[in-house]
Structure formats: structure tokens, C-alpha cells
């Protein structure tokens, strides 16, 4: 029988990515979790992380144990939160995995009203606009437009569609012929969305014409993975393509212009999801009554 205290260590080391972290996370020291995975290693002779003085990653056979006790160790949890209902309190933590516009908009305004009437429910947040795989990174449930995920999740609808909109700001556009058509944007500074801090791939912007799905690829001038692209747009550094909700009150207001309106396209509404699992805690099911549409 192995120490399922070692396993457990080996999980928080993998999804942390550092023994300082991970000690912390787990309550003890970093030396103690670093004696703790030596001492897994022997028993298993085989070594599970790469080290450096700065860096801990997984070893391919690092990898094949987490990719295959992690779930499980993820399920044995949420049973044991379970017993939350039998508590005349609700107490837990509830982790998300979600975009940032869809936490700004959507999720945390919801958990606004409620947090003050559950003190004893934590939720703890992770910003990502790449997909997440929410059981292999331990996230209790994820967040993404549309509902078309893999079988074993349930999705719940937490927001109406979502239009999205091109604009700019009118300091932007002083002098310069706005663009007509989709292509003319390639005459224009555009201010565009990195998917993820791992990877430099800029997002696609989408728009309808004549009935069809037109994808066009922009080459920002600045690109962040972040809220900031409204501010920048606001200070006049170019043309950005954003949902309607984070910028309705700029165009009502002037502050900003939309441009190409004929063309916009409107998407699905965003979902949250989870694995369809039994077990969910009272906790879980509460947030999920939150943050439902």
C-alpha cells in the first residue's frame, strides 16, 4: 500500500509547480515535501520530476501518474466536501476556471450578492482564456461560451448570447477613413487579444457576412491577455474587437465609436461546466444556483 500522503504531496507539487508552493499549500515545509517525493521516487525507482535550482517539471513518467491519479484523488475530494450538506452552515471551497471577460461581467457580479450570505464558502478564481482541462489542473468547474463539451460534463447557461462589437475611439479615428469593409482593417492599428501567456497566438476576430462566418486574422500593433485592451482603445492606440458588455456604456456615452455594426456577429451564451460526476457537495450546488441565467 503506498502513503497516500506522498501521492497527495506529488499531485499539489505537480499542479503548483514549485515545493515552496506546493509546502505552503499543503501546510508544511518545503524540505518536508521535497523528503516526502525522494522518498516516493525510491519506492518506485523511478524519478517523477526534472530539477532545477529555479524550475520543477514533470518527467514522462511524472506526467502518466498524474494524468492518471489526479482525477481520482479530485473525486475521492468532492465526496468527502459532500458531507458539507449534513452541515446546518455551508462551508467549502469552490475553484473556477474562467475567461477574464466572463468573470468580470458575468461570474463576479453574481458571486457579489452572494458570498456575504455564505461566509464560510470560499471560491477561488483562476483567469484563462485558453481552454482549461478543469479536471486535470483540479478546478471544480470551468467556464466557456456554448455548450458543446465532451459527454461526461454538464453544462449550465449562465448569460445570455454575447454580441461582440469593433471599436474605436473617436481620437483614434480623427483623420483617417474608417474602414468599410473587413479588409480595410489591415490599413488600420489594431488592438489585439494574446490567447495565453504560454503561447504568442493571437486571437481570430469573427464577424457575418452575407450570412457567413468571416474569420479574420489581425496583426496587432499591441496585444494583451488582458481587460486592459479597452483601456487601450479608450486612449486612442487603435481598433479592438470586444464584447458588447464591456463597452456599451463607452459608446453610449461617445467615448467610443463601433464600426462595421452590419457585420457583427453574436455568439452562444457562456456556460459553466463540470464533470457529471455524483458526489457534488451542497457547497457546489449552491454556486451553481448562483451563477445559473
Partial sequence: MYNFNELNYFITIAQTGNFVKAGKQLGISASAVSHSIRKLENRLNLRLFNRSTRNVSLTEAGKQLYQQISPLFNSINQEVNALNSYLSTPAGT????????AIEHIIYPKLRD?????????????????????????????????NDLAKEMIAVKISAPLKMALVASPSYLAGKDQPKQIKDLDNHRLVGMQIST???????????????????QPHSQFKINSSVRKQAVLDGLGISWLGMPDVENELASGQLVELLAEFAISYDSFYIYYPSRQGHSNVF?????????
Fill in 94 to 101: 469552490i475553484k473556477i476556471n474562467a475567461p477574464d471577460f
Fill in 114 to 146: 452572494f458570498l456575504p450570505k455564505y461566509p464560510q464558502i470560499k471560491i477561488e478564481i483562476q483567469a484563462d482564456n485558453s481552454w482549461a482541462d478543469i479536471v486535470k489542473q483540479g478546478f471544480d468547474m470551468g467556464c466557456r461560451l456554448g
Fill in 198 to 216: 504560454q503561447h504568442s497566438t493571437e486571437l481570430t476576430w469573427e464577424f457575418i457576412e452575407n450570412g457567413k462566418i468571416v474569420k479574420y
Fill in 285 to 293: 450546488k449552491l454556486v451553481v444556483d448562483a451563477l445559473k441565467y
